[in-house]
Nanobody, 122 residues
Framework: VQLQASGGGLVMSGGSLRLSCAAS????????MGWWRRRPGKEREFVGA????????LYEDSVTGRFTVSRDNAKHTVYLQMNNLKVEDSAVYYC????????????????WGQGTQVTVSS
């Protein structure tokens, strides 16, 4: 599976962005799709994930209520809608997928995209 993330950029605090991640290749391995991020100087951290059927959703506490994960199975694409962005959301965002649901455990995801930079300015 190849994952291509896009949609990152520079946005003002309080603004919104929508990231997309399109899968190609062995799409039967996209049962679970998720998003992680790596903020400057920090370890990679889980953001949110979703299954093929659209649930359950799972979100890291700091983004709950602001970020939404969704997917379009016909397009083999997962989205991350980010609203009310904060400076601390600045990071490289990565998408990942796997053939089984493993929630926030990165080891359960078999394929990773290259990342897209999100920068939130104050």
């Amino acid at each position: 599976v190849q994952l291509q993330a896009s949609g990152g950029g520079l946005v003002m605090s309080g603004g919104s962005l929508r990231l997309s991640c399109a899968a190609s290749g062995r799409t039967e391995d996209t049962y679970a799709m998720g998003w992680w991020r790596r903020r400057p100087g920090k370890e990679r951290e889980f953001v949110g994930a979703i299954t093929y059927s659209g649930g359950p959703w799972l979100y890291e506490d700091s983004v709950t209520g602001r970020f939404t994960v969704s997917r379009d199975n016909a397009k083999h694409t997962v989205y991350l809608q980010m609203n009310n962005l904060k400076v601390e959301d600045s990071a490289v965002y990565y998408c990942a997928c796997g053939s089984r649901w493993s929630g926030s455990h990165p080891g359960g995801y078999d394929y990773w995209g290259q990342g897209t930079q999100v920068t939130v300015s104050s």
